[in-house]
């Protein structure tokens, strides 16, 4: 399926299901993957601060802060995506996009054992359909972690058109289960 069609059609299954059930589900895949993470070890992440029709990462973060585990978030410059180590007194200003971002400085940071991206849409195959920009692809590009996404079931749509820079996903969380071999 052509990305703008695929974006387009997600979108729309995004915006028909109610907030009651965008919490639900959101609340399943928190669970599901909070779980996951800690049952493995894992001692540090990189995770997207979500917005309106993403699945919620906040009870992901705030578990994790909870646990000592280092908690990274995005902040945008131009064309770059940066890093912010989070704690829970960290203050947020929305960027150009109307995404929180930390106030404090950021760098370049792509250890982090595990990372958590959103997605517009996804497929079987576990490629990823972004918003466009290529924010993600790039910081994913170079991330040395496991790569995972969040996404409501609704979001998957046929085979999606891919390009050389696509990063596909290790694992899918979704509220109908995890999509994805361990590796």
């Given at each position: 399926m052509d990305k703008k069609s695929a974006r387009n059609l997600a979108k729309e299954r995004v915006k028909s299901l109610s907030d009651a059930e965008k919490l639900i589900k959101s609340a399943k895949i928190a669970s599901d993957f909070?779980?996951?993470?800690?049952?493995r070890g894992f001692k540090s992440i990189f995770i997207y601060k979500s917005v309106k029709n993403e699945v919620s990462t906040e009870s992901v973060i705030e578990a994790l802060l909870k646990r000592g585990i280092k908690v990274f978030v995005p902040k945008t410059s131009g064309d770059d995506m940066f890093v912010a180590e989070i704690n829970d007194n960290t203050e947020y200003l929305p960027n150009a996009f109307g995404i929180p971002?930390?106030?404090?400085?950021?760098?370049?940071?792509?250890?982090?054992?595990?990372?958590?991206v959103p997605l517009v849409a996804f497929d079987e195959k576990l490629n990823r359909l972004g918003h466009g920009k290529g924010y993600y692809d790039r910081y994913l590009a170079r991330a040395t972690g496991k790569i995972c996404a969040f996404a409501f079931g609704c979001q998957n749509t046929a085979a999606l058109e891919t390009e050389t820079h696509d990063v596909k996903m290790h694992l899918i969380f979704t509220e109908n289960g995890v999509l994805g071999e361990e590796r």
């Open positions: 909070t779980d996951y993470f800690v049952s971002e930390p106030v404090s400085a950021a760098t370049e940071f792509y250890g982090a054992d595990v990372n958590v």
